[in-house]
């Protein structure tokens, strides 16, 4: 059964121009009603998803870092009398880094948060007024050092690949972030996702993204620079030291079940996705009106559970083990690989194979949805 709880605050000070996540600005927001559907919406997961003690728990948003500590310290005391705690459990909240949110980080840190991921993006005043970002470089280099002082482990991200920037500057940047000592980097391309700002603005020629070349070769920079810094690649977009992975995440990869609790929160338990009803109102109505917010319970198939644990596990450098999935599944190997293909792109040093465990290099990672195309069968993704 689930072992990671993930826990949605959809609200934010203001909507960033780049983000499709479900996130929604409201004048103000009535603390104690949501506490109470969230507690609402967690007994519920905790009656059908209960057996383990929690390994993970994941406050993301939206902006979790405006959410009181009062309400963080009540939700988590509550996922512990739910499902208990594992001694070594991972509680990782993200949060904007300007300096109102960086005030809470003692409290938070108090309430039982132990890892922080900021939201800095760039390290420069001009690109993060692109960004449509609410804080000075300054001001986010400011709470990324208090959130050092309070939490034992801190992950920042960073958008690059981003229009004018050069191959230089990207170097230049990364360089000043691998250097402020963290020991996890999410380092994103700047992708134009649909119905966001940014698509209307290309749409309208306001500004071009970099050409595919461009960044490709700040990704192949990206992981020379990280992997000789100590933060090896463990994912496309993800870099740490040993031992320092985002141990929430990679439930995700691995295909693990997980509760999701919150407006537009999904989740995978027993063989079957949730969903939750994404509007803030709507989703408080449904808890209202049900005792929880699901809006969709679908039962998984075998061939959907296996093509997806295919498309993520190949994300991940470590891999995946075939012939494990194959038993858990129930299915072939060949029916999971295309064994013709998967030979071939190993050869071309874009695959690797070594003890039943199979992966992409990271040569093989910047094409790597191409690869995926190939190696995993369209008959099983369609399915």
């Given at each position: 059964?689930?072992?990671?709880?993930?826990?949605?605050?959809?609200?934010?000070?203001?909507?960033?121009?780049?983000?499709?996540?479900?996130?929604?600005?409201?004048?103000?927001?009535?603390?104690?009603?949501?506490?109470?559907?969230?507690?609402?919406?967690?007994?519920?997961?905790?009656?059908?998803?209960?057996?383990?003690?929690?390994?993970?728990?994941?406050?993301?948003?939206?902006?979790?870092?405006?959410?009181?500590?009062?309400?963080?310290?009540?939700?988590l005391g509550e996922a512990e009398r739910l499902w208990g705690f594992a001694?070594?459990?991972?509680?990782?909240?993200?949060?904007?880094?300007?300096?109102?949110?960086?005030?809470?980080?003692?409290?938070?840190?108090?309430?039982?948060?132990?890892?922080?991921?900021?939201?800095?993006?760039?390290?420069?005043?001009?690109?993060?007024?692109?960004?449509?970002?609410?804080?000075?470089?300054?001001?986010?280099?400011?709470?990324?050092?208090?959130?050092?002082?309070?939490?034992?482990?801190?992950?920042?991200?960073?958008?690059?690949?981003?229009?004018?920037?050069?191959?230089?500057?990207?170097?230049?940047?990364?360089?000043?972030?691998?250097?402020?000592?963290?020991?996890?980097?999410?380092?994103?391309?700047?992708?134009?996702?649909?119905?966001?700002?940014?698509?209307?603005?290309?749409?309208?020629?306001?500004?071009?993204?970099?050409?595919?070349?461009?960044?490709?070769?700040?990704?192949?920079?990206?992981?020379?620079?990280?992997?000789?810094?100590?933060?090896?690649?463990?994912?496309?977009s993800n870099h740490a030291r040993p031992g320092e992975q985002s141990r929430?995440?990679?439930?995700?990869?691995?295909?693990?079940?997980?509760?999701?609790?919150?407006?537009?929160?999904?989740?995978?338990?027993?063989?079957?996705?949730?969903?939750?009803?994404?509007?803030?109102?709507?989703?408080?109505?449904?808890?209202?009106?049900?005792?929880?917010?699901?809006?969709?319970?679908?039962?998984?198939?075998?061939?959907?559970?296996?093509?997806?644990?295919?498309?993520?596990?190949?994300?991940?450098?470590?891999?995946?083990?075939?012939?494990?999935?194959?038993?858990?599944?129930?299915?072939?190997?060949?029916?999971?690989?295309?064994?013709?293909?998967?030979?071939?792109?190993?050869?071309?040093?874009?695959?690797?194979?070594?003890?039943?465990?199979?992966?992409?290099?990271?040569?093989g990672m910047v094409l790597l949805d191409a690869l995926l195309a190939e190696?995993?069968?369209?008959?099983?993704?369609?399915?």
């Amino acid at each position: 059964m689930a072992r990671a709880l993930y826990i949605h605050w959809p609200f934010c000070l203001s909507k960033c121009p780049y983000c499709d996540f479900n996130s929604h600005v409201r004048d103000s927001v009535d603390v104690a009603m949501w506490q109470r559907a969230l507690l609402a919406d967690m007994a519920e997961e905790a009656e059908l998803a209960r057996g383990e003690k929690l390994t993970s728990i994941f406050f993301g948003g939206g902006t979790p870092s405006l959410m009181p500590p009062a309400l963080v310290e009540s939700l988590l005391g509550e996922a512990e009398r739910l499902w208990g705690f594992a001694s070594d459990i991972e509680i990782t909240l993200e949060g904007n880094p300007t300096s109102v949110e960086a005030g809470n980080y003692a409290a938070l840190a108090s309430a039982g948060i132990n890892r922080v991921s900021l939201g800095l993006q760039a390290l420069d005043d001009q690109t993060l007024h692109f960004l449509g970002r609410q804080h000075s470089s300054a001001e986010g280099l400011a709470a990324l050092d208090v959130a050092q002082q309070h939490f034992a482990r801190v992950n920042f991200d960073l958008i690059y690949a981003r229009p004018g920037q050069s191959l230089a500057d990207w170097e230049a940047e990364l360089a000043r972030a691998l250097a402020l000592g963290t020991g996890h980097l999410s380092l994103y391309q700047l992708t134009i996702e649909p119905g966001t700002r940014f698509a209307t603005e290309v749409r309208e020629g306001r500004f071009t993204p970099l050409d595919d070349d461009a960044c490709a070769d700040m990704f192949v920079l990206t992981r020379a620079m990280t992997e000789a810094a100590g933060l090896p690649a463990y994912e496309v977009s993800n870099h740490a030291r040993p031992g320092e992975q985002s141990r929430h995440n990679l439930a995700y990869w691995h295909y693990d079940d997980y509760c999701g609790i919150g407006p537009g929160a999904h989740g995978r338990r027993a063989g079957q996705a949730t969903v939750r009803h994404r509007k803030p109102e709507n989703w408080l109505d449904a808890v209202d009106r049900q005792g929880h917010g699901i809006s969709e319970v679908r039962a998984l198939g075998s061939a959907e559970q296996a093509s997806e644990a295919m498309l993520m596990g190949l994300r991940l450098a470590e891999g995946i083990d075939l012939a494990a999935l194959s038993a858990r599944f129930g299915m072939a190997c060949d029916d999971l690989c295309d064994a013709a293909k998967l030979e071939f792109y190993t050869a071309q040093g874009l695959c690797w194979q070594a003890g039943g465990r199979i992966g992409v290099t990271s040569a093989g990672m910047v094409l790597l949805d191409a690869l995926l195309a190939e190696l995993v069968p369209a008959a099983l993704v369609n399915a």
